[in-house]
């Protein structure tokens, strides 16, 4: 049998597979061979205690090996179903085994034929039974044995792929791709003692032991791991190659802005704008993220970023993600930025185009005053970057409530300056986000925190509500009302579910209408209503043309709604704690007491306990630590996974690995000698590791 020399070959080269599994492999993610290899499985299952028959308890999941002593396949005299019986045997005892449905089995086991059987026991007439166990023959060579008398791999798997289709090419993969080259530096695999990969492959798919998947494991996270901080440090290198403008602030108009601010800016926000305005003077683009929890202030932050941009006559464009969130920041530009910069200031949305000195612009007259240069600071959505706007001179785009510019945005940007040059860029971001994950996910980004909340901010009272209680929040709700105040209610979902006993809006808006609330108006607001139509709500309510808003978590990002002081959240189990935090920031915006009324249908310990977090705590990073380590980092994000990448084998809570890749990457990048000039190619090839820059 010819050995195959390169992993990066169709699997149909390894071994002839029919169209529909090589469809199904498709599915999750596996063309070649090489992919097979990094096909890792979910989850060991130990049959590596092999008993004697004699040794078996009832009701229990054993091995045994026995020899086959008669084996015969019938129909069933009523059903015609194929059923397989066999009597089998050790030295100690016989056990007897069925299979149903399953005609193969009759034409691969045969009498005398040696095999391990894995299954629940039974005991029926002083004779242990099994229901269709799984079997397989014993193997000449323990490397062979893959289905049984082992850790067994399992995998996950799509369509009709099945897990023994999968560890036979896996197994056969590993035996006829002789050697895989190793990527890992020699100074690496020797200093941290990992194996080599080649072992490290066999063992994470078919274990010898526990101690040895250990450290294939750590082996294979840490390269995954490792390469994706070198993929940063070289990506942050190359960017600061790229020439951006070197961007000189009115040192006494930036002073007397800040100095006739209504408040003293807190510690945090003094040393975030010197880190930005150290950026701007460099004459290689910013990319840097400011994370700060709500009410914060990074508005304020953008701003005089922004002033000190137009300050030395260059420009900037400010972007939110919706409409009423740019003309949010529209008013506090005007607020902050002294009136006789007004001119230069314009919103530019796909509903108004206006300038900071009141002029009604058409876009026409728009377009040309910011191509001309006149106009400085131009506060929009996301398309002042994706549609044809020509700048004068754009030396900073800043990005709110977003982790990152994606890659087609800086491909947007990269062709809005005739010079070429690249704008300095800024994101800002509410989610709080864990330092080993900014470390995994941000590494290429500088990253500014505001941890510090302004002084006299308010507490939001966050209570845990029984169900027993529930009459008694409406009559609180009520209450509120009566005073003018208004109310938010955040569900899960849009629609009825089939999951029983999840909130949807619909649902929730139709109880709260016809029972609970019929005297007073309510409105409902989620994802699939056209962006228009939740913006026009959201500003309905803001304006406290209704009391109660039904909302999915679309109204996670920071629009204020000063009067809104009351937000119960049903089925609140199904939200990270980062998420809740993010939903209740949007209360409690003003100086009235405010309060968020959680409620759950989960009753067990852990849930109450991770909510009961939301009642104690209202840092957003504490939360999110804690969210880390109780469920894992999809929580953080909740539903709208932004910047969040697919890691194969590492996870994104591994902060030891993390911190160790990102020392090893450090001292490699900085140090090539480590690297030989193919190694670095792969580091620059996308490897294995998919980042969605998105
Ligand atoms: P976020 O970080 O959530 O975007 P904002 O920038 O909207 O927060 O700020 C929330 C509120 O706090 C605003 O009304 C802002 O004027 C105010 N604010 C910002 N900084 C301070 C500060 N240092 N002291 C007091 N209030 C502040
Ligand atoms: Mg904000």
Redesign the pocket.
């Known amino acids: 049998m010819s050995k195959i020399k390169n992993a990066d070959i169709e699997i149909n080269q390894l071994h002839s597979i029919a169209d529909k599994l090589s469809r199904d492999l498709k599915k999750i993610g596996v063309n070649t061979v090489a992919d097979l290899l990094w096909c890792f499985p979910r989850r060991y299952e130990d049959l590596s205690q092999i008993k004697k028959v004699s040794e078996l308890q009832e009701n229990e999941v054993a091995t045994i090996c026995v020899k086959v002593k008669n084996i015969k396949t019938y129909r069933s005299f009523r059903s015609k179903m194929i059923i397989t019986e066999m009597i089998a045997g050790d030295d100690t005892d016989d056990i007897k085994a069925m299979w149903f449905r399953q005609k193969f089995v009759g034409q691969i086991i045969k009498p005398s034929d040696e095999i391990y059987i894995s299954g629940k026991t039974q005991k029926k007439n002083s004779l242990w039974h099994f229901n269709s166990p799984s079997y397989e023959k014993v193997k000449q060579l323990k490397d062979d044995q893959i289905h049984s008398a082992r850790l067994v791999p399992i995998y996950h798997l799509s369509g009709k792929i099945t897990q023994k289709q999968i560890r036979f090419l896996i197994s056969k993969a590993l035996k006829d791709v002789p050697y895989v080259e190793d990527p890992l530096p020699v100074n690496i695999l020797n200093k941290e003692k990992y194996p080599w990969l080649n072992d490290a492959l066999q063992e994470i798919h078919f274990p010898s032991n526990q101690k040895s998947l250990k450290s294939a494991s750590q082996r294979l996270k840490f390269q995954e791991l490792f390469y994706l901080q070198c993929k940063y440090r070289l990506a942050k290198q190359d960017y600061q190659k790229q020439a951006s403008y070197n961007i000189r602030p009115d040192k006494n108009i930036l002073n007397q802005t800040v100095n006739n ?6 510690m945090d ?1 003094q040393i975030t704008l010197v880190d930005i305005l150290a950026d701007l003077q460099k004459s290689y683009p910013m990319n840097r993220l400011v994370e ?10 953008a701003m005089l970023a922004a002033l000190a941009t137009i300050s030395d006559n260059f420009q900037t464009a400010l972007m939110a993600p919706t409409e009423i969130l740019a003309s949010q920041h529209f008013i ?1 530009a005007k607020k902050i930025i002294d009136k006789k910069f007004h001119h230069q200031i314009a919103l530019f949305t796909r509903t108004q185009m206006i300038s900071g000195d009141g002029n009604k612009l058409t876009k026409k007259q728009i377009s040309e005053q910011i191509k001309q240069g006149e106009i400085k600071l131009i506060i929009g959505t996301h398309s002042l970057i994706q549609e044809k706007i020509k700048y004068q001179n754009l030396a900073m785009a800043i990005i ?1 409530e977003q982790h990152r510019f994606g890659v087609s945005q800086r491909q947007g940007l990269k062709n809005k300056n005739a010079t070429k040059k690249v704008p300095h860029l800024l994101s ?1 971001t ?1 989610t709080p986000i864990p330092r080993t994950l900014s470390l995994t996910l941000y590494g290429d980004l500088d990253i500014s925190l ?1 941890k510090e909340k ?3 901010r308010q507490v939001i009272k966050t209570f845990l509500v029984p169900e027993k209680k529930r009459k008694d929040s409406y009559k609180f709700v009520r209450e509120k009302i009566a005073l003018g105040q208004q109310v938010f209610v955040i569900c899960p979902l849009i629609d009825e579910s089939d999951k029983l006993g999840v909130k949807s809006v619909k649902q929730e808006y139709e109880k709260l209408n016809t029972e609970v609330f019929p005297d007073l108006e309510i409105r409902q607001i989620h994802g699939k209503l056209k962006s228009e139509e939740k913006e026009k709500i959201m500003a309905d309510f803001k304006e406290n043309k209704f009391p109660i808003l039904v909302a999915t978590s679309v109204i996670e990002v ?1 629009v ?1 709604i000063p009067n809104a002081t009351i937000m119960l959240i049903e089925g609140a189990e199904r939200f990270g704690l980062s998420q809740l935090h993010q939903f209740r ?1 949007r209360i409690g ?1 003003n100086d009235l007491e405010s309060f968020c009324l959680l409620f759950t249908s989960d009753e067990s310990q852990l849930n109450k306990q991770r909510l009961q977090a939301m009642t104690k705590s209202s840092d957003g990073f504490e939360l999110a630590e804690l969210d880390l380590e109780l469920r894992g980092s999809g929580e953080i994000f909740g539903t709208k996974q932004t910047g969040l990448m697919k890691l194969k084998i590492a996870k994104l809570s591994d902060t030891k690995l993390i911190k160790k890749a990102q020392d090893w990457a450090k001292e490699v990048t900085e140090n090539k000698k480590y690297l030989s000039q193919k190694q670095l190619q792969v580091v620059l090839m996308e490897l294995k590791t998919e980042m969605h820059l998105e």
């Open positions: 601010l209504p408040f003293k800016l807190t926000q700060g929890d709500v009410g914060s202030g990074k508005t304020v932050i506090s709110d800002m509410a505001i302004p002084a006299g920071g204020d920031g915006r």
